[in-house]
């Protein structure tokens, strides 16, 4: 674009366009400035600010206020103390590095500086707290279409694991602010493995977990074209599940299962049960067929009795 193009649009002097691609060029956008030609974006830097991320945005609400930091111990934690000081709807924290990353039932999350996404919504949707779960799932279905999208054959394990090559690629953690029978509001946690490389994980982890990169055979993928595709596909998911209720997410994410079909063994605090994974019931929970009965299995962490899954 030519610099007097660019002077007009903003309503700005040449020298103060200069100066302002100059701060730009500082903050790590490459611009070319070809004399008598005009100014040529040539990359964005791989941060996930609302300065790189609003304009990507298609949503109404989702991502509409956005906290970005650097580094925070959890964004589940900061957004949660935010919602409860009146956050918004949709407003989504996020940073580059979690130092005290939580997974659900108590594990952690590893979350390395500049390579992946960490990111949390306030929902305030004005459901019984018992619905809650169906939040989860809606949001797998969400995050699995976003990595289809990005080239790479997601899947979901029962009940929000997301599986590339039989390896974790993300997870989700839901955590809740209710009375018996009024949700204040919701917190939805997404950790994404976009471009970490094995050497990222702790050994223990490395050999369940993978990235979106290594899915790809080393192809990076640009973090805030990712995260708006998914703030989108989140909002559109949320507004058809207040529209219509579970059942189409119910639907979509049968469609997007790597657990159903397979003989399983579910282990949670109280138990390990094994069977055939059948089916999700309207409230999100997983059917087994053991032994001729069916179980309803409403929590718990699964594993195929030989490989992991
Ligand atoms: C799991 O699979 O155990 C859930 C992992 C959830 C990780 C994300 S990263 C962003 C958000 N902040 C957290 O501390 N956890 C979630």
Avoid at 132 to 160: D, M, Q, Y
Wanted: one cysteine or more.
């Amino acid at each position: 674009m030519s610099g007097a193009t660019v002077s007009d649009k903003l309503g700005l002097s040449r020298a103060g366009v200069w100066k302002h691609v100059e701060q730009l060029r500082k903050m790590g956008y490459a611009i070319e400035a070809i004399p008598s030609k005009g100014y040529r974006l040539v990359s964005v830097p791989d941060r996930l600010s609302s300065l790189e991320l609003t304009p990507l945005l298609d949503t109404r609400e989702f991502g509409r206020s956005i906290v970005y930091e650097p580094c925070v111990a959890s964004t589940n934690s900061v957004a949660f103390k935010r919602a409860i000081d009146g956050a918004p709807h949709g407003e989504v924290v996020i940073a580059d590095e979690q130092t005290a990353g939580r997974g659900r039932r108590g594990r952690s999350w590893v979350s390395p500086p500049g390579c992946n996404v960490y990111l949390s919504v306030v929902l305030r949707p004005e459901i019984d707290p018992a619905r809650a779960p169906e939040l989860t799932l809606l949001t797998a279905v969400a995050v699995a279409e976003t990595l289809r999208e990005a080239g790479v054959r997601a899947s979901i394990k029962w009940p929000n694991d997301l599986l590339v090559d039989g390896k974790k690629v993300g997870g989700i953690l839901t955590e809740l602010s209710a009375d018996v029978d009024r949700t204040a509001f919701v917190i939805v946690g997404i950790g994404i493995n976009v471009n970490s490389s094995v050497d990222a994980f702790p050994v223990d982890v490395a050999q369940f977990a993978t990235s979106l990169q290594m899915a790809r055979g080393g192809e990076q993928v640009p973090r805030a074209l990712l995260t708006a595709a998914l703030l989108t596909k989140l909002e559109t998911w949320f507004d058809t599940w207040t529209d219509e209720g579970f059942e189409p997410v119910r639907v979509a994410w049968k469609s997007l299962s790597a657990t159903l079909g397979h003989e399983v063994l579910v282990r949670n605090d109280a138990r390990e049960v094994r069977g055939l994974a059948i089916d999700i019931d309207a409230t999100g929970a997983l059917l087994l067929e053991c032994g001729g009965a069916v179980e309803r299995i409403v929590s718990g962490d699964i594993e195929l009795p030989r490989a992991k899954m």
